[in-house]
């Protein structure tokens, strides 16, 4: 009876350690579209095995050195489909990245993006040598890191990706733009993080004012130069004049814009790894914040207003 017990129980851990083939959504060998940061790129599954009690999928970034091989879960990844494929071209498009092999990206990735897009001179310094056709390189696998590789990382949830993706296509395909002034407004959205954050950690906290204040001075600083789409930038003249702080005029669409542009100018900031660790964990903590309430900080739709610039200008990101 004993023999017969344990055996039993050895037969339901392992039922309930073996996934349910159905479940496995990737199979080996099978070219995907694997997250990295706020970016997506192309990869191959090399193995997918259970771990925890769920489906863990260890890829090759293709074009990338196998240092860079990693175990990732299942909302890392995508099928390799045209829907998805657009995805990766727009979320690139909102970042900035040329698709030019010269400027360290990858020349295969498909749909090509349009010409006219330019890249950020960090993207072009932090890029590396991505392309595999490069001259005299084409069999060879690049070492440097891909561009994400930052003293601060920023995992944008899976929802305000989404989001992203529709500001983009509100702006750049559809014409329209956000309505301004913002209600609730940059200031306010800080303010009530930091209220929220004195709820719950039972006190005020000086670290996360000083946080706050500092993602504030980006914002201000960043929005005219590396924040606005070129057909935006006519609306921004017309609200922001004299002394008047972006902050004050702009809310959560364009601050989620600012998290995807801080990994690119953290490095030019001397910070130490312990505070690049905390800073991370605070960015992650307050895009939480922000998905939580997406509802009530983020418009469902947008101005039906004309953009101002022409149609040659659209979908670049203004880079001065």
Known sequence: MGDDSTTDGDK???NRRRPDSNSNIFSDGEKVLAYHGPRIYEAKVQKAEIRKNEWKYFVHYLGWSKNWDEWVGVDRLMKYTEENIEKQQILEKTQGVDKNPKSGRSSQTKPKVSSDVKVE???VKSSGAKGKKRKSESSIEKENPPPVEKPVKIQIPSAL???LVDDWEFINQQDKL??????PNVDDILAKYLEYRSKKDGMMTDAVGEILKGLRCYFDRALPVILLYNNERKQFQDFVTDNVSPSTIYGAEHLLRLFVKLPDLLPYVNID????????QKFLDFLKFLQKNQSSFFISSYD?????????ARGKMTQE
Do not use: F, N
Not at 178 to 183: F, G, Q, T
């Open 273 to 280: 790894e312990d505070l690049a660790m905390r800073l991370q």
């Open 12 to 14: 339901t851990t392992a």
């Open 121 to 123: 001179k960090e993207d």
């Open 178 to 183: 956000v309505k301004l002034p913002r209600s």
């Open 304 to 312: 039906g207003s004309k953009a101002s610039d022409s149609s040659a």
């Open 161 to 163: 990706k989404k989001q």
